[in-house]
């Protein structure tokens, strides 16, 4: 079964320093992973993507990704962040097996920036 | 210009009412999705649908149903309403590969009381 856990409901960071957001996937084959962000009121936006090729992917607003296979994990960093970066983030893997490709959420982290 | 839209944003109803959400994309993909948003925030994909296919998830009601007129829309469809039916409704659309990313509509709140 195909499958995402972000460990953490709520992380905190403080406005300049580095933050993490954990997503670790399951998945038979090779996975296809991306990161959402969601503003309050808001449809989900898309960040980036991990399809193939270099394990630090990088995408919107300064974020980054690092795909590990050997660990299963997808996990979202920035070097520095901001208090508009405070938001809902989705990790997703789609759906390979039923060829729908439709995506398979997280249950998301709330990322809370503090000035 | 928005890429995926969705009407209306808002949607207070009865239960057992039928009701409709309308959704558009003009950004030429070929595949939709609606995908509901529960009140914790949990997301949970209800249907993808491209011209050929359409693939429902197996928990949702039959109460359910998409409808898509054009390749632009896919309407979501809804009999019967349910208190358990409250959430929060998004539309998305991607190309069909599975390396590309889906683009989101801004949601639909639908409250049923």
């Known amino acids: 079964a195909q499958s995402v856990a972000q460990p953490e409901d709520q992380v905190n960071v403080a406005e300049g320093n580095p933050l993490t957001v954990k997503c670790t996937y399951s998945?038979?084959?090779?996975?296809?992973l991306f990161w959402y962000v969601q503003y309050p009121n808001r449809g989900l936006q898309f960040l980036l993507k991990y399809i193939t090729g270099d394990n630090l992917v990088k995408g919107s607003y300064g974020f980054e990704a690092e795909f590990n296979k050997s660990q299963t994990s997808f996990h979202l960093k920035k070097p520095s962040a901001l208090v508009s970066d405070s938001a809902l983030y989705f990790c997703a893997v789609r759906d390979t097996e039923t060829g729908a490709n439709n995506l398979f959420f997280g249950t998301g982290t709330r990322l809370t920036v503090i000035p | 210009d928005t890429a995926v839209s969705q009407t209306p944003k808002y949607l207070v109803t009865q239960m057992g009412n039928d009701k409709s959400i309308k959704c558009e994309q003009n950004?030429?993909?070929?595949?939709m999705y609606w995908y509901k948003q529960d009140s914790k925030k949990f997301l949970k994909i209800m249907f993808s649908y491209n011209n050929k296919e359409l693939i429902i998830n197996e928990t949702v009601p039959n109460r359910f149903s998409p409808k898509s007129p054009d390749k632009a829309h896919l309407n979501l469809h809804i009999n019967s309403l349910e208190l358990g039916d409250s959430a929060v409704y998004f539309c998305?659309?991607?190309?069909?590969?599975?390396?590309?990313?889906?683009?989101f509509g801004p949601g639909t709140r639908l409250t049923v009381t």
């Open positions: 998945v038979s084959g090779n996975p296809y």
């Open positions: 950004l030429g993909h070929d595949t």
């Open positions: 998305a659309s991607s190309r069909t590969s599975v390396s590309y990313e889906q683009y």
